[in-house]
């Protein structure tokens, strides 16, 4: 069925402008309750495009732009407008002004003056195998979309899909990687040769209209441009063989092709493109300029004293050249040494497995695994990346030598005494100590008690995975498939490692908890269920300690399923635990070694009449508790979800498509207790929503109330902060009228400026009464609202 079948459906509109002036307020530290960020890398570009005011630069994390009279670099994705996440080309139409953002999944988005039109037919056409939108070419109107199935016709002025070319063998599908025009004819460089069709004729899509280049080898075209009068186009080698320093710039003359545009040894071609005088070549480690005459005018092989790899390069000007660079985000380089470069704050990758913060300060481990908890393959070798007063940090084998051989850092945790203090847990190479910043040890076999797989005692690989601080400030960490699965780490720098025996060896522990009895609670992945460790009185003493394995059944732990993907305990110690088969809760866990009833139970809920469990469709990969008690849930394909404290409310359900959640798949979710803000690690990297809940303080401390004065035209929520622990809120008119009273959720109270009516309260100032449940602490402060 043709693709332009479906553009009658519904199109997405947004309205750009007011979200950009949302997007500043959300550059800080302190965004506004409610509100929304994206927490994306974006310094492996991938193409770029401009106007007279404007750059564009397509990153493999997300979208931003350069406005050229200031500099200013503004990102652009979900939290401002845009429909998705993870663009693969960006191009601006200079004929009628119109940006089209094309990504990996197929999404389409044209921004129109202050609009964002969502083009999602692509992406949605029952079309077996590639989608991908590879590339853009402009012409007049139109967007020529170079497909992994043929070639879609755009119309950005319509803001519709006009024609869908399929050029392969009696209409068949073929990999369509860029697309090039002159006067006369459209042409396509494809993973099966060089096809050429008259722009004149009627029906291209009709395959019999398209015709194949003889004379090339056989094999993957990735870029094509027409320039004075020739076609230039590369035959990738990279692409299917990796081997590197084989592509070839074929060239045609108007009667044969010409090989004589070869790169040097080591070296790929990625782009060609052209202006009406010069054509500019971006390969993996240099540019190179030339002009008709096929002179190289420009050797651009350096900026910023390091190796590049510009993986677009376009020219505003013989002199100035624009260039996606996948190590530096967009570069612009004037006069071949004044180079300049431009990208957002971000993370070193989208990648998103562990995440911890403390006092706003927020950690992220990037690291993978296999599907039996060995290593991946390839291996990532990204480090770790911290965030803190705004900026990110990156902590890798680039950065610091000693992390050379350290792979797959699967989880990382904060100290929540000392935030300068992180410990970060690797499948094979130890436990990562870093302090402010810096690398200061690496725990492992020989300088702790941690052990060696037990199944492997000559590897030397020693893995971990949960870690968590205690109150007491003693870090607790797992021995993943060792004789000693779970291990401890003083305050005063002792180790001690546990082994409960024979029938607990070699275990795979992952994350793992502290109950308020200071029992530890481990997931055992695979099919494992649940483990129960109480250390005793005495760590030191292991003969006062109990373990347990909780699994299926009545009296034996009644796990609803043997898969458990996470763990939590809440503010009235109660376990929560997510499985392939929803949530369950161990609401006695006091009970676990007294010989008493400790089963898990699920969480019936109504729902259109009906009684079912609590998300029992859905694989739990996260659980959160917030301040208020309530619990935030991470699933493997429904987003996430904000339940009330005993799970029957449900407040909040983010998913793609309602909201700026970059992915339906959710990896973990953390929460700054400080300020609310919830960071959500998904498939597609992190973002996060500030929340109205923090964590309850033991007394009123720093009591204050944002935003103060309430301004004309403000409409958001106002937020009273630095409470005691689910205090009572009562609100005053300054004669003593009440006017609203809730309860803190957690140490915060929010205000929406309206009376029990729902009417906005006049102007004038509000005298805000607090107090504790047994009125011994209490506190008063004021709010001004202006109308």
Request: proline share 4%; hydrophobic share 35%; net charge negative.
């Amino acid at each position: 069925m043709p693709l332009n079948s479906y553009y009658c459906n519904p199109l997405k509109r947004a309205v750009l402008t007011p979200i950009l002036s949302l997007l500043v307020l959300t550059g800080s530290s302190q965004i506004p309750i409610g509100a929304w960020r994206d927490h994306l890398p974006y310094k492996k570009g991938v193409a770029v495009t401009f106007s007279s005011e404007k750059v564009w630069c397509a990153t493999e994390g997300g979208l931003f732009e350069v406005n050229k009279a200031d500099d200013e670099v503004t990102k652009l994705g979900k939290a401002n407008g845009f429909s998705d996440v993870g663009p693969s080309d960006v191009k601006y139409n200079n004929y009628n002004g119109t940006l089209v953002v094309a990504y990996k999944n197929s999404n389409i988005d044209l921004v129109d003056g202050s609009s964002i039109i969502n083009i999602s037919d692509i992406k949605r056409a029952g079309i077996i195998g590639n989608k991908t939108i590879n590339s853009i070419h402009m012409l007049n109107d139109y967007a020529y979309l170079a497909c992994g199935f043929g070639i879609v016709v755009l119309d950005t002025r319509r803001k519709e899909i006009k024609d869908t070319y399929y050029l392969g063998v009696n209409g068949g599908y073929i990999n369509v990687r860029d697309i090039a025009t002159d006067a006369s004819n459209i042409y396509a460089a494809t993973d099966s040769g060089v096809y050429r069709a008259s722009l004149s004729n009627p029906n291209l899509a009709n395959f019999a209209a398209w015709t194949k280049y003889t004379g090339l080898p056989n094999g993957v075209f990735n870029t094509i441009c027409c320039f004075n009068n020739k076609i230039y186009v590369n035959f990738s080698k990279a692409i299917t063989s990796f081997a590197y320093g084989q592509d070839t710039v074929f060239v045609y003359d108007g009667s044969s092709w010409n090989w004589n545009f070869t790169p040097p040894s080591t070296y790929n071609c990625y782009s060609i493109e052209s202006t009406a005088t010069h054509i500019a070549f971006a390969n993996d480690g240099y540019i190179d300029v030339y002009d008709a005459a096929n002179t190289l005018i420009d050797h651009i092989w350096t900026y910023f004293s390091s190796f590049i790899y510009p993986r677009q390069a376009i020219l505003e000007s013989p002199t100035l050249v624009w260039v996606a660079d996948a190590n530096q985000g967009l570069v612009r380089v004037a006069n071949t040494w004044n180079a300049a470069r431009y990208f957002p704050q971000g993370p070193g990758t989208a990648k998103v497995y562990g995440l911890d913060v403390q006092k706003q300060n927020v950690w992220v481990a990037p690291g993978e695994h296999s599907d039996l908890w060995d290593n991946s393959n390839p291996a990532n070798m990204d480090g770790v990346f911290y965030f803190k007063e705004d900026t990110w940090n990156t902590i890798d084998r680039n950065t610091q030598t000693i992390l050379d051989s350290i792979r797959d850092i699967c989880d990382v945790t904060v100290n929540p005494e000392n935030p300068e203090q992180v410990y970060a847990t690797t499948l094979g190479h130890g436990i990562v100590e870093i302090n402010n910043g810096v690398v200061t040890s690496i725990w492992d076999e020989n300088n702790s008690t941690l052990e060696v797989r037990a199944d492997d005692p000559n590897s030397g690989w020693v893995g971990s995975y949960g870690s968590m601080f205690d109150e007491d400030g003693n870090l607790w960490v797992s021995n993943a498939k060792s004789n000693a699965p779970i291990h401890l780490r003083k305050p005063d720098g002792s180790w001690y490692g546990f082994n409960f025996g024979v029938n607990f060896q070699q275990l795979l522990i992952t994350s793992i908890v502290m109950d308020q009895d200071k029992k530890v609670w481990g997931v055992l992945p695979r099919s494992g269920g649940i483990l129960c460790y109480d250390p005793g009185a005495d760590i030191a003493n292991a003969g006062d300690d109990q373990v347990k394995r909780l699994i299926t059944g009545t009296g034996n732990g009644n796990l609803p399923s043997m898969e458990i993907y996470s763990i939590a305990c809440d503010h009235d110690n109660e376990i929560w635990f997510g499985t392939d088969r929803g949530v369950g809760v161990i609401y006695s866990p006091e009970n676990v070694f007294n010989g008493n009833n400790y089963d898990a139970q699920q969480i019936l809920v109504s729902q259109d009449g009906h009684t079912q469990i609590l998300l029992e469709t859905e694989i739990i990969t996260a659980i959160t508790i917030d301040g208020a008690n309530r619990k935030w849930i991470g699933t493997q394909n429904a987003g996430a979800y904000l339940l009330s404290s005993d799970g029957q409310e449900q407040i909040y359900h983010f998913e793609e498509t309602n909201s700026p959640l970059l992915s339906n798949t959710i990896t973990s979710i953390a929460i700054d207790g400080e300020t609310g803000e919830v960071y959500f690690g998904t498939a597609k990297g992190l973002c996060s929503y500030r929340s109205t809940a923090t964590d309850g303080l033991d007394e009123f401390t720093d009591v204050y109330a944002f935003p103060n004065p309430v301004r004309p035209g403000y409409t958001g929520n106002v937020a009273i902060r630095g409470l005691v622990k689910d205090c009572h809120v009562k609100i005053t008119d300054i004669s003593g009228f009440l006017v609203y009273q809730t309860k803190a959720l957690g140490g915060q109270a929010i205000w929406d400026c309206k009376n029990f009516t729902g009417e906005r309260v006049r102007s004038g100032v509000y005298i805000v009464f607090l107090t504790n449940d047994d009125g011994s602490k209490t506190y008063v402060t004021k709010i001004l609202v202006v109308n």
